[in-house]
């Protein structure tokens, strides 16, 4: 008999949340398990999901995350580190407490230790470094760089005259960070582990083995901010929902995920160069979110350094909007010419928190008390207040606000929406199958390749 879909995700879902400690870490100890549910341990076999899933669990790649682009780094482990060439060949171990000082000089890596226990007690000079950090007495170790520490091994490079830092990372330990640094902890864990699935659907699907790197720490990708962002609830979200991804078809989706929508998320192909059949408008329940309204006001100073190359801002005219009233293409019009822009290069020039935003005119006076109860007029929907035939004095640059929705692209699942849904009672493979259309919550299989590159990039916000 065939099994429906939503009990197959829920007897995943448990099967995921009960597996011990030692079966997160890949050894695939099935007998250390405790006992499921015997009816729901059924659903399970029947629908002939449980080898996969327990297969899956040894599916925990290296991630490769850049952490930092600078001419110098201070690095420190929690216990020392041991420091390794590009062969693997160890090259010295520093003892707890100590630093070590990257810098870049004549294309190198000069590394200068303040203490080391074991090699060489001078300064290295290489063209790839590579730092572990050893391990205390109950097995933790982590990487301070700079003021933040991280899980996992760093390998430094030289490109463009900078040091690259890249974190080298198993996936499901870098995923707590991730759900800590993209969600408040404090929310609920149907939302945190929708956040989780949505993380681990994104960072498999951008691993690039031809690239120097796979992701970004920021939310050029998704955000990572190391240990700090770690807490009970991540892990948690981590740990249950452990192997599970989001398919279309037979491969990965691009699981793409913002703060707020304002109201309705964004069709893909309205914002990018392709329309992804799961990246489609939907309704969002964000109502509660803190930037579900907003408003800018854009100083003449502001526009005239956003638009130097027309000497300011007269007036914005918005030319088309998507189907969910995001500016697709303005015209920007100042004192000496104008300029045409798509809605997410005005965004950019402007510092706006989405594109589902419209323009008004402030009121203003000329040399005179403000017009009071003036009402302010749309830009482009009219001229802008003139003086007084009796007073011809030249108007000042306006001053236009910026009147919006939202928080991000709009594009996939709305976080705050992510957290409506789950304060509402929603499991978080339904919040997930809410925002990303005709999706699967499915255990990860060797072989799961994404649907469409696209281009539709980084995680945004």
């Known amino acids: 008999m065939a099994v429906p879909k939503t009990a197959r995700i829920r007897s995943l879902a448990l099967v995921a949340a009960l597996l011990p400690q030692a079966l997160l870490l890949g050894s695939g100890l099935l007998a250390a398990a405790p006992a499921v549910a015997q009816d729901e ?120 005259a900078k040091l690259r830092a890249i974190n080298v990372i198993e996936l499901e330990t870098y995923l707590p960070s991730v759900v800590g640094s993209e969600m408040p902890a404090s929310w609920p864990l149907e939302a945190l582990r929708a956040q989780a699935v949505a993380a681990r659907t994104y960072a498999l699907r951008q691993r690039k083995p031809s690239a120097p790197f796979d992701l970004h720490a920021t939310v050029i990708s998704q955000a990572y901010k190391g240990l700090e962002a770690e807490t009970a609830s991540t892990r948690e979200a981590v740990r249950s929902t452990q192997g599970l991804v989001l398919m279309h078809g037979n491969s990965l989706i691009n699981a793409v995920f913002h703060s707020s929508s304002g109201g309705s998320t964004e069709n893909s192909g309205d914002l990018w160069s392709r329309q992804l059949p799961y990246l489609v408008s939907v309704p969002d329940y964000d109502d509660s979110s803190p930037v579900a309204r907003w408003e800018k006001t854009l100083s003449p100073q502001m526009l005239a350094g956003a638009f130097a190359e027309i000497g300011g801002v007269s007036r914005i005219d918005v030319l088309s909007t998507t189907g969910s009233g995001r500016v697709r293409q303005a015209r920007v019009i100042g004192p000496s010419g104008a300029v045409v822009l798509t809605g997410a290069q005005l965004r950019s020039r402007l510092g706006l928190r989405s594109t589902l935003v419209r323009f008004e005119a402030a009121p203003f006076s000329f040399n005179a008390p403000a017009l009071s109860g003036a009402t302010p007029l749309p830009v482009g929907l009219g001229s802008l207040l003139s003086p007084p035939p009796s007073r011809p004095l030249a108007p000042p640059s306006p001053v236009i606000i910026a009147v919006g929705r939202g928080f991000g692209h709009g594009v996939g699942m709305s976080q705050w929406g992510a957290y409506a849904l789950a304060r509402q009672g929603r499991r978080f493979d339904q919040i997930l199958q809410h925002y990303y259309r005709g999706v699967e919550v499915q255990p990860l299989r060797a072989g799961s390749g994404p649907l469409a590159q696209g281009a539709v990039a980084g995680r945004g916000s």
């Open 41 to 160: 341990a059924e659903d399970v076999v029947a629908a002939g999901r449980l080898q996969p899933l327990l297969a899956s669990r040894s599916i925990n790649p290296q991630l490769r995350v850049l952490l930092l682009d600078l001419p110098s780094i201070r690095v420190a482990g929690s216990s020392g580190l041991r420091l390794r060439d590009a062969r693997g060949g160890e090259l010295l171990r520093m003892p707890a407490g100590a630093t070590l000082a990257l810098s870049q000089v004549g294309g190198r890596i000069q590394a200068q230790p303040s203490a080391v226990t074991q090699g060489s007690s001078g300064s290295l000079s290489l063209s790839e470094l590579w730092l572990e950090p050893l391990p205390d007495s109950a097995g933790f170790a982590s990487l301070q760089i700079e003021s933040r520490r991280y899980r996992g091994r760093l390998q430094v490079k030289v490109e463009a």
